[in-house]
């Protein structure tokens, strides 16, 4: 017995030795040391063995058993390991291969003109302030040399909230507050994008659109500066070819007043049905600070001037984009809004 249990033994080794896969290693394990396997089969005929006999032949079987079962572990750890090699080998990422886009949202026009605004004017010195939508009629009106009761009123149709609050009508109510809060009485220089609110609703008037506001002051300054500097933003803004023409106008808050036209960016100033066949387009509203808005705010005109200019931005988002109704821009229709993907790369 002791014989034939060393010739399976034998075997076995020699077979474990020459598997070729982890299959046939596991087949091994089976034709052995199975319930059924040839080792087994010898320790179930121990039955009639002798008793001195059967303890020798049984930790026999058990040593041979051992070692298969270690031969077997080995291999299979070996199978294992190349297995997995083999899997990191196939698995491996290919990092020059391009990655799949990922979608982003796109800025919205109203954002990007705002955005290319500020850049602008904080590359040349000026501050970007803040300022309230629910204004008092103070800060809207009064302080910028609009009593109650001027006529001038009427120019802006108003949400009043109570007799003294109403949603602001012009960013020029930061004109006021700015010039108030500086305690020291020093020159200004800021810029105040913001949403404004009247009561209008068509294709090109919005209740709700945005302004940007600018105000200097400063000792001397005088109208060759704004026409500098609003040319500068003009030009930077709609195109290096605008034009710009400064026509005589009114406003309370400045003297003189000036509307300014920009040559339409569309016909180059031909005319066309953009703008009206004038070859011209009202952009925006500027001046000299009037002197009793320094006072009233606690200027001294005597040693300060300074000038001021608002613009509609959802205007020039519209010239610029060429968009032809303004609710587009609060509506917020996403095909709209893709259309203005990369739209500055293309400059
Ligand atoms: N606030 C004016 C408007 O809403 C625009 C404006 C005109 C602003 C002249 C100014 C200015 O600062 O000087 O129509």
Same mark, same amino acid.
């Given at each position: 017995m002791k014989e034939q249990i060393e010739q399976i033994s034998q075997k076995a080794k020699e077979e474990i030795l020459h598997t070729n896969s982890i299959k046939e290693l596991y087949d091994i394990r089976v034709k052995y040391l199975g319930k059924k396997g040839e080792l087994t089969a010898v320790l179930r005929g121990?039955?009639?063995?002798t008793a001195e006999e059967r303890p020798i032949i049984g930790s026999l079987v058990n040593v041979v058993r051992d070692e298969l079962e270690s031969l077997i572990k080995e291999k299979e750890e070996k199978y294992k390991q190349e297995e997995l090699v083999k899997k990191l080998e196939e698995e491996k990422? /290919?990092?020059?291969l391009p990655a799949t886009k990922i979608k982003r949202g796109s800025k919205h026009p109203v954002n990007r003109i705002i955005e290319e605004i500020e850049d602008l004017f904080v590359s040349m010195g000026y501050d970007v302030v803040d300022g309230p939508e629910l204004e008092t009629d103070e800060y809207c009106f009064e302080r910028l040399?609009?009593?109650?009761?001027?006529?001038?009123? /009427?120019m802006q149709d108003s949400f009043y909230v109570t007799s003294e609050y109403l949603l602001r009508t012009q960013t020029s109510s930061v004109q006021a507050r700015t010039m108030m809060k500086n305690e020291e009485k020093s020159p200004i220089r800021i810029i105040c994008p913001g949403k404004v609110y009247r009561r209008d609703d068509d294709a090109t008037h919005s209740h709700q659109f945005g302004q940007v506001e600018g105000l200097v002051i400063d000792k001397n300054i005088s109208l060759a500066d704004l026409k500098g500097t609003l040319e500068v933003f003009v030009k930077k803004v709609l195109g290096e070819n605008s034009k710009l023409r400064f026509r005589p106008s009114y406003f309370p808050f400045t003297e003189p007043s000036y509307e300014v036209d920009v040559s339409c960016f569309k016909c180059g100033g031909k005319g066309c049905n953009l703008c009206k066949q004038t070859g011209w387009i009202e952009v925006l509203g500027s001046g000299i600070v009037h002197p009793n808005v320094l006072k009233m705010n606690g200027y001294d005109p005597e040693k300060y001037s300074g000038f001021a200019f608002g613009t509609g931005l959802d205007r020039l988002a519209m010239f610029k984009y060429g968009i032809t109704d303004i609710r587009y821009l609060y509506t917020n229709d996403v095909r709209f809004l893709n259309q203005f993907d990369r739209k500055d790369e293309t400059k």
């Amino acid at each position: 017995m002791k014989e034939q249990i060393e010739q399976i033994s034998q075997k076995a080794k020699e077979e474990i030795l020459h598997t070729n896969s982890i299959k046939e290693l596991y087949d091994i394990r089976v034709k052995y040391l199975g319930k059924k396997g040839e080792l087994t089969a010898v320790l179930r005929g121990m039955g009639a063995l002798t008793a001195e006999e059967r303890p020798i032949i049984g930790s026999l079987v058990n040593v041979v058993r051992d070692e298969l079962e270690s031969l077997i572990k080995e291999k299979e750890e070996k199978y294992k390991q190349e297995e997995l090699v083999k899997k990191l080998e196939e698995e491996k990422i /290919d990092i020059t291969l391009p990655a799949t886009k990922i979608k982003r949202g796109s800025k919205h026009p109203v954002n990007r003109i705002i955005e290319e605004i500020e850049d602008l004017f904080v590359s040349m010195g000026y501050d970007v302030v803040d300022g309230p939508e629910l204004e008092t009629d103070e800060y809207c009106f009064e302080r910028l040399n609009l009593p109650k009761g001027h006529p001038a009123r /009427d120019m802006q149709d108003s949400f009043y909230v109570t007799s003294e609050y109403l949603l602001r009508t012009q960013t020029s109510s930061v004109q006021a507050r700015t010039m108030m809060k500086n305690e020291e009485k020093s020159p200004i220089r800021i810029i105040c994008p913001g949403k404004v609110y009247r009561r209008d609703d068509d294709a090109t008037h919005s209740h709700q659109f945005g302004q940007v506001e600018g105000l200097v002051i400063d000792k001397n300054i005088s109208l060759a500066d704004l026409k500098g500097t609003l040319e500068v933003f003009v030009k930077k803004v709609l195109g290096e070819n605008s034009k710009l023409r400064f026509r005589p106008s009114y406003f309370p808050f400045t003297e003189p007043s000036y509307e300014v036209d920009v040559s339409c960016f569309k016909c180059g100033g031909k005319g066309c049905n953009l703008c009206k066949q004038t070859g011209w387009i009202e952009v925006l509203g500027s001046g000299i600070v009037h002197p009793n808005v320094l006072k009233m705010n606690g200027y001294d005109p005597e040693k300060y001037s300074g000038f001021a200019f608002g613009t509609g931005l959802d205007r020039l988002a519209m010239f610029k984009y060429g968009i032809t109704d303004i609710r587009y821009l609060y509506t917020n229709d996403v095909r709209f809004l893709n259309q203005f993907d990369r739209k500055d790369e293309t400059k």
